[in-house]
T-cell receptor, first 115, second 106 residues
Framework: DAGVIQSPRHEVTEMGQEVTLRCKPISGHDYLFWYRQTMMRGLELLIYFNNNVPIDDSGMPEDRFSAKMPNASFSTLKIQPSEPRDSAVYFC?????????????FGEGSWLTVV | KNEVEQSPQNLTAQEGEFITINCSYSVGISALHWLQQHPGGGIVSLFMLSSGKKKHGRLIATINIQEKHSSLHITASHPRDSAVYICAVRYNDMRFGAGTRLTVKP
């Protein structure tokens, strides 16, 4: 398996623009997670899905952030409008069926810079 | 107070030394993960623990549920072990420690 695939790997955008980050989880994994990593706050869980259903989005910073998982093989994290403080590395990860009892596989991250 | 505390924050060792990184948490958890993040940014999950001890090559992870404490040990450390090691606990969601930056010098 190719692992968790994220795109784009790097994005530089202007403040106010819409940003869409994409993730393809490992086939057969029922859990999908979106994380954000910054120097100031470290790693944070933004939202996670189980069987394409959002379970906990309490980590989503504000209404400018939204995440969808239209099917088992694809998820998006959208920021609209983007702000410089959204600059971070955004990781997508997936985990097999039993979730908490299994390891988590991370994508390589999407490095976002908002100027 | 962070619910997941790691120590030390930074650690420099000579090649071959035995390394210990500690993680303490304050909530009841269903699982604890040790993650490794290399300078390029990629994150790899090293271990998932809910009890006892796990070993993989030169890496050993232990957890004491009663004491809410876990340790990650690296035996015969090597420069390629240089990375940030992050403890993460699975609660209702996932909570992360701030990470331990390990540098192993040849």
């Amino acid at each position: 398996d190719a692992g968790v695939i994220q795109s784009p790997r790097h994005e530089v955008t202007e403040m106010g623009q819409e940003v869409t980050l994409r993730c393809k989880p490992i086939s057969g994994h029922d859990y999908l997670f979106w994380y954000r990593q910054t120097m100031m706050r470290g790693l944070e869980l933004l939202i996670y899905f189980n069987n394409n259903v959002p379970i906990d989005d309490s980590g989503m910073p504000e209404d400018r952030f939204s995440a969808k998982m239209p099917n088992a093989s694809f998820s998006t994290l959208k920021i609209q409008p983007s702000e410089p403080r959204d600059s971070a590395v955004y990781f997508c990860a997936s985990s097999p069926r039993t979730g908490a009892r299994n390891t988590i596989y991370f994508g390589e991250g999407s490095w976002l810079t908002v100027v | 107070k962070n619910e997941v505390e790691q120590s030390p924050q930074n650690l420099t060792a000579q090649e071959g030394e035995f390394i210990t990184i500690n993680c303490s948490y304050s909530v009841g958890i269903s699982a604890l993960h040790w993650l490794q993040q290399h300078p390029g940014g990629g994150i790899v999950s090293l271990f998932m623990l809910s009890s006892g001890k796990k070993k993989h090559g030169r890496l050993i992870a232990t957890i004491n549920i009663q004491e809410k404490h876990s340790s990650l040990h690296i035996t015969a450390s090597h420069p390629r072990d240089s990375a940030v090691y992050i403890c993460a606990v699975r609660y209702n969601d996932m909570r992360f420690g701030a990470g331990t930056r390990l540098t192993v010098k040849p």
